[in-house]
Structures are given as C-alpha cells and as structure tokens.
C-alpha cells in the first residue's frame, strides 16, 4: 500500500513498449491488417504502478514513441501526481507546433497510465475515482461485421450477438455499391425484427452526394445512427448531410481533442471519442463535458476495456462498443453478459496484459533512469 495519500506521490520512473501486432484478416470497417501500439508504464516512489496506452491501426507509432522518448517521459519523472493536471497543458503547450496528431497520442498515453496510477493508489477502480454515474453499462456488438462478409455471413454474425443477449449491432457500408450496402442493412433489419437497434458506419468511405442518397434509405430502416459517412475534416458537409432526411450522425474516433468536436455540435448529436487517441482520461472529461452541454451524447470508440470505466463514469455517455482490438494481447477481456459490462472492481483500469505475448510482439523498450 502507499505510504502517502492518494495523489501526493512523485512518478520515478517511466516506461515504454513498442508493440507490433499482425491482425492476419482485416478487422472492422477500415480494413486494418496490423496493429501498433505504445504502452507507457509509470512507477511512483512508493513502487505503485500505472499504465496507458496509444495506437495505430498501421504504421506510425515508432515516431510517437520517438516523442514520448524525447520529451513526455523524461517530463513527467519527478512530478507529482497532483501536477499532472496542469502538466497535460504544459505538454500541449510546449509540442503545439507538431499539430494535435503524434503530440496528442503521446499526451494521452501518458495521461491514461496518471489516471490508473492515481486510482491504484487510491486502491478504486478507476470509474469510481472519476465519479461513478452507474454499475453497468449497455454495450453493443460491432465485431462481426465486415465488408468482406457475404450477406448471409453479415446476418448470422449479428444474429449471434442478439441470441448472446446484445439488442443493438453496427453494421459497415462504403466498400460495396450504395444499392448493395442498403441491401445488405436491410437483410439485417429484416432478420433482427424491429425491437433491435443497428447502427451504421461508412468510416468516411463516402463523398457528400452518395451520403445524401444513402441517409434516407438508412433512416427508413431505422437505423440508429449513420456513422462517419463523409471525412470528419469536412464538417461543413455533415451540416449539409443533418439538415435533410437523416438518421443522427455519429463523427470522432478521428477527431483529436476537444475543440475538434466544436464544429460538430449543430450538426452530429453522438460524439466517438477515443481516449488513447484524443487525450486521455483528462480530455475525454472534458469531451463529455462538452456534449453534455450540448445535448449530445458520447459513446466511445473500440477499446471496451479502458472505455468501460469512461462510460460509466460519463454524464453524456451511453453505449459501449464491442469490439476484439487488444483481444490478443490481454490475459482478460471484459465479460458482457445480456448486452450489458460492469467496470472492473480492481483498482485502477485494470487492464490485465498478457505479458508473454506482449513480449512476443514488442519491437522496442525505453527506461528512464532516475
């Protein structure tokens, strides 16, 4: 146990691990084949330990690795813990040149393992730290469902999670023509009844006209969101795209920190934020902040395990994603049972890694040294 109270101990050492994962068939909607990612590891003087993460889906993080190696790491041995709230600043501060990409990935890696050190000390799962808002958690189904999936295989993966107890799945369009995606939405709304709820993701696959013909046709088979169906950097095209017939947009597994969400807020009511993407912990707050606000509503991207405890925890969130990312490298996933996810009672976010096939899959390591 630590000797001094929660927060009031200094980090001594910070550690980083360079992963490299193969996914063999491509998962998801964006067709990802491999998977990076950079874990961060921070011990305080009193031994306590806390880890976070970032990643890629594909190459990229040797160059935030570089930067959390150059910079973040050596920054934060000797803080303490109670500066890490202006210290996220002062990292933004002194990296803003570099735009809000590696600088922000970097940011929220070390940011995530603050938050499961400070709740390991202070011997909470880290939802109750934040301020638990509920137990458990709705989750929907989102990893069986792949372009390269006939129609046939598409309903039979989501009737498989609604005879697992999930009542919402998410369906990918963009790959194949329009008229065939709609098809295909339809093949499962047909096979689900009309009590399920389907979501659907274009993964900003489509341009602003095939959107526009699209989104009616989603709407009368009442799908529960239309998710990225144009590029997050055009927002001036999902204002376009809300104002016709339309089921609500859904935008922000790209979108990187706060203010990005600002241009979104008249425009699409569900927020996707990704902490070890768009700043951590801390960001996240403050995202859910912002669309509670606003009268919108956050439901993360992927990563069910570190999410669990952000929606829990959340005034504006709402649904969590299923969705096999990191399943390979945990000793343990989160269990879902009749569609719902309590957090983890462990202290901290208690994401237990299975340490022999991190280890199989590491390309690099760095230590600072006190």
Partial sequence: MPSTPPGRGRI??????????????????????????????????????????????????AATAAL????????????????????????????????????????????????????????????????????????????????????????AGSLSYIEEGYSAVKLRVGVHPPAQDIARVAAVREALGEQATIMVDANERLDLPTAQWMAPRLADLAVAWFEEPVPSRHPHAHRILAGGHTPPLAVGEHLLGLSAYTAFTTSAPVWMPDAPLTGGVSEFRRID?????????????????????????????????H?????????????????????????????????????????????THP
Avoid at 71 to 96: F, I, K, N, S
Avoid at 334 to 344: F, M, Q, T, Y
């Fill in 323 to 367: 969705f096999p990312l990191l399943d390979d490298l945990l000793a343990q996933t989160l269990p879902v049972k009749d569609g719902r996810a309590a957090p983890p009672e462990r202290p901290g976010h208690g994401m237990l890694w299975d340490h022999e096939r991190l280890a199989a899959h590491t390309v690099r390591t760095y230590q």
């Fill in 68 to 155: 959390l190696e150059e910079h973040h790491l050596p920054a934060v041995v000797g803080l303490p813990l109670h500066d890490w709230d202006r210290a996220w600043y002062q990292m933004r501060e002194a990296t803003h040149r570099l735009g809000t990409g590696i600088s922000l990935l970097a940011t929220s890696a070390v940011d995530i393992a603050v938050w499961d050190l400070r709740a390991v000390r202070a011997q909470l799962p880290l939802y109750r730290l934040l301020g638990a808002q509920r137990e458990e958690v709705p989750v929907y189904g989102s990893g069986r469902a792949t372009h390269a999936m006939s129609t046939d295989e598409l309903v």
């Fill in 289 to 321: 902040a912002l669309a509670e606000a606003h009268g919108a509503s956050v439901t993360p991207h992927f990563l069910p395990e570190l999410h669990v405890h952000l929606v829990a925890a959340g005034r504006a969130t709402t649904w969590l994603e």
């Fill in 12 to 61: 001594a050492r910070a550690g980083l691990r360079l992963v490299t994962l193969p996914l063999g068939a491509a998962r998801g909607g964006s067709g990802a084949t491999q998977l990076q990612l950079a874990i961060v590891t921070l011990t305080d003087t009193d031994g306590a330990t806390g880890t976070g993460y970032t990643y890629a889906l594909g190459p990229g993080m």
